[in-house]
């Protein structure tokens, strides 16, 4: 059985690591440009990520007031938190586009530049698309586990009896 405090460093080694990922190998390296995927993977990992601290949240929430969630709510609640999560990150990249002058949605590089041999008009619009379904995509699959796991974990604990 994992503790509170296990799972609460466990998923702050994971943002660690996962900030480690995009800023010092995607950003500082230039992984970024240099592996086609680098991005569609980060937002799948982000996915998973976000659904795990949806839980975690929730499960905090289910010992302050003793209740025990029904496996539904908690995919529901799990899913839904993560594609906000996924949503705020993407207002973030955003404004941060706006305000600073990056590229992370990659929309204001011009209507003739070329990334990785493709014309980047419109390209913007499909990487946020993209992200937010990757993202999607991440926290429905992880939501899933979740839910079939805490069955697996429900009627296991039925058996023992």
Not at 14 to 38: R, T
Not at 148 to 161: E, F, G, I, L
Request: net charge neutral; proline share 1%.
């Amino acid at each position: 059985m994992m503790t509170n405090r296990r799972l609460f460093w466990l998923l702050v080694a994971a943002s660690i690591g996962f900030m480690a990922l995009a800023l010092v190998f995607g950003e500082m390296l230039h992984v970024y440009d240099k592996v086609w995927w680098w991005d569609d993977m980060l937002h799948a990992l982000s996915g998973i990520l976000f659904a795990y601290v949806g839980l975690y949240v929730l499960h905090l929430l289910e010992r302050k007031n003793a209740v025990k969630l029904h496996p539904a709510t908690v995919l529901l609640f799990t899913f839904c938190f993560t594609i906000t999560a996924g949503v705020v990150w993407e207002i973030y990249e955003f404004v941060l586009d706006i305000v600073l002058g990056f590229t992370m949605q990659q929309w204001n590089m011009g209507p003739h530049a070329i990334v990785m041999g493709k014309s980047y008009q419109g390209m913007g619009l499909r990487d946020t698309m993209q992200d937010l379904i990757l993202a999607t995509v991440g926290a429905f699959m992880t939501s899933v586990g979740i839910c079939v796991n805490a069955r697996r974990v429900k009627s296991v604990h039925a058996n023992d009896r």
